[in-house]
């Protein structure tokens, strides 16, 4: 759906279009009725179609929608053109009659020019009556006009879905958080698909979501530069944490669920205290914006992984690095823990994944496949599985064993950006800048 602002704005413009039109309109309409010669008359007309078209086209509509309604209008406007155009009589050539000695003046000649020289006020009168009505074109231009700007509504009303561009269960498997480019975040069941309630409130582009451990709060991340943290139950804003200066990229609550991280393209992390929004530190060290953050499992790390090329491995109690994995020939995108702590995946611009022992940050292998830059990645509860998105439109499995692809999973027709599985590890779900989140049946 359009946002009513948006759509408030092209009826407001539209209705500027159409004062114009009645303003050009009357002056060309004076111009063009009262005119003696049939060539002006014709240039009149076509003044009025002209202004008509071009003022149509001032109309603004959805980038999307721009050819089909934009053809509409021009039919509309030969519509106006056939329903409206005067038939003009074509006025015979006279010719004159030369006087002189060999062609005396007649009485039939000088009657007929009687007959067509009207008086001046009698020949205005004749041709408005031969013309078109101001007020039909008025009502002609005005049907052409809303016609224009339903057809544009209609048509922007069917624009694609803002792409879901990040996607997680909650903890006990019921509901989906679904954070869309819109910057909304919309809660569905995960049992029957239905919508619950939609999260309002950032001012620009949602760009992470994450439920705290016992599911009764969520935080998301926006571009506007703010944290929020929002009471599940009945989608209250609990607070706005403010501290960073470029847009947040991304959220992850402890596994205790006291602390909160962001990352931000001011190229820091942030800690969060839950039960007050305190600051507590910042993480300072990458060269570039941060992309993404995890806790491990123990709560006693945190990953980062930034722009710069590397993943950063920090300790939480004093904020402390601990060491820089470095491996990737770009941005790195995702970074995710396996359940037991032991191994780190990253996701990079690369197309890669790659697996990262944790007690000493050396790379195990990397994963190959994608096309495309990898967007997201996640285990699978049971840490036997590991899923990663790309904008080559894929899903694909892996098995962390041995670093296997197992199977791609097609069907989304634009980039996916996250993927998170189930907490029971029997269903994956997948964002994409489609509009669509999908969920996918898993047997391991």
């Not at 603004?60 to 021009?74: G, L, Y």
């Not at 004749?126 to 005005?142: E, V």
Request: aromatic share 6%; net charge positive; with cysteine.
């Amino acid at each position: 759906m359009v946002d009513p602002s948006v759509l408030a704005g092209q009826l407001i413009v539209a209705m500027m279009c159409l004062l114009l039109l009645v303003i050009f309109g009357l002056i060309a309409l004076i111009r063009g009725e009262i005119k003696v010669t049939r060539r002006r008359r014709v240039r009149g007309q076509a003044a009025r179609l002209l202004g008509i078209l071009l003022l149509a086209f001032l109309i603004p509509i959805p980038e999307e929608a721009a050819i089909p309604v934009r053809i509409v209008q021009v039919l509309l406007i030969l519509v106006i053109i056939f329903a409206a155009s005067e038939k003009i009589e074509p006025q015979r050539k006279r010719k004159s009659r030369q006087t002189g000695p060999g062609h005396p003046p007649s009485d039939r000649a000088d009657s007929a020019s009687v007959q067509i020289k009207p008086a001046p006020r009698a020949r205005v009168k004749a041709q408005r009556a031969s013309g078109t009505p101001w007020w039909a074109w008025g009502l002609l231009s005005l049907a052409a006009f809303l016609a224009a700007i339903g057809v544009g509504a209609a048509l922007a009303s069917q624009e694609e879905a803002p792409g879901a561009i990040g996607v997680a269960f909650s903890p006990d498997g019921t509901l989906l958080a679904i954070k869309l480019s819109d910057g909304t975040t919309r809660l569905v069941s995960a049992t029957d698909y239905k919508p619950v309630r939609t999260l309002k409130g950032h001012a620009d582009w949602m760009r992470g979501v994450a439920f705290s451990p016992d599911g009764a709060l969520l935080a998301s991340a926006s571009a506007d530069g703010t944290v929020r943290l929002w009471r599940v139950a009945d989608g209250a804003l609990l607070r706005t944490l403010k501290g960073h200066t470029d847009w947040v990229r991304s959220v992850a609550f402890s596994p205790d669920g006291a602390l909160l991280a962001s990352t931000s393209d001011d190229k820091t992390v942030r800690l969060w205290r839950v039960a007050d929004g305190e600051p507590l530190r910042t993480l300072e060290g990458h060269t570039d914006w941060v992309r993404s953050v995890a806790f491990s499992p123990s709560g006693r790390l945190l990953a980062s992984a930034s722009a710069d090329g590397t993943v950063r491995l920090w300790r939480v109690d004093d904020g402390e690095p601990l060491r820089t994995l470095e491996g990737h020939t770009g941005p790195v995108l995702s970074v995710a823990f396996s359940p037991g702590g032991r191994l780190l995946a990253s996701a990079s611009a690369d197309g890669t994944v790659r697996l990262w022992r944790v007690d000493n940050g050396e790379p195990l292998r990397t994963l190959e496949g994608h096309t495309g830059s990898v967007w997201g990645v996640a285990f699978s509860p049971s840490g036997r599985l590991l899923a990663s998105a790309s904008d080559d439109d894929t899903v694909r499995l892996w098995r962390v064993a041995d670093g296997e692809p197992l199977r791609t999973l097609e069907g989304h027709t634009d980039w996916v950006r996250s993927v998170a599985f189930s907490p029971d590890g029997a269903l994956l779900a997948s964002a994409s800048d489609d509009g669509t989140v999908r969920l996918w049946r898993i047997e391991e």
